[in-house]
């Protein structure tokens, strides 16, 4: 069992930058897919960004692509989403997530979830 914490979120400006953690525990996550997901309100939970076992590739949606930078501490067992530029349409709860195999974009690909972070961007 991996347990999943994220923290980081809050509220910020149009423009304005925040790192996400998702500190780990049970397990480590070295031999892990790692991804990051969010729900918007009154929307499916979507793929955000997705990083391989020992951060070798990284995988990002367009809409983030650019603003958006994953990365992995194996060592530290966490998981990082840096945030810059954003907008209010990336206002959503932030969610971190475990997998094994190949590298999916969808939330099938991933067996542990934590609680979530919610991020609001105002304009």
């Known amino acids: 069992q991996v347990q999943l914490v994220e923290s980081g979120g809050g509220l910020v400006q149009a423009g304005g930058s925040l790192r996400l953690s998702c500190a780990a525990s049970g397990r480590t996550i070295s031999t892990y897919n790692m991804g990051w997901f969010r729900q918007a309100p009154g929307k499916e939970r979507a793929f955000v960004s997705a990083i391989t076992p020992i951060g070798e590739r990284t995988y990002y949606a367009d809409s983030v692509k650019g603003r958006f930078t994953i990365s992995r501490d194996n060592a530290k067992n966490t998981l990082y989403l840096q945030l810059n530029s954003l907008t209010p349409d990336d206002t959503a709860v932030y969610y971190c997530?475990?997998?094994?195999?190949?590298?999916?974009?969808?939330?099938?690909?991933?067996?542990?979830w934590g609680q979530g972070t919610p991020v609001t961007v105002s304009s």
């Open positions: 997530a475990a997998g094994q195999g190949v590298v999916r974009f969808s939330r099938a690909g991933y067996d542990y």
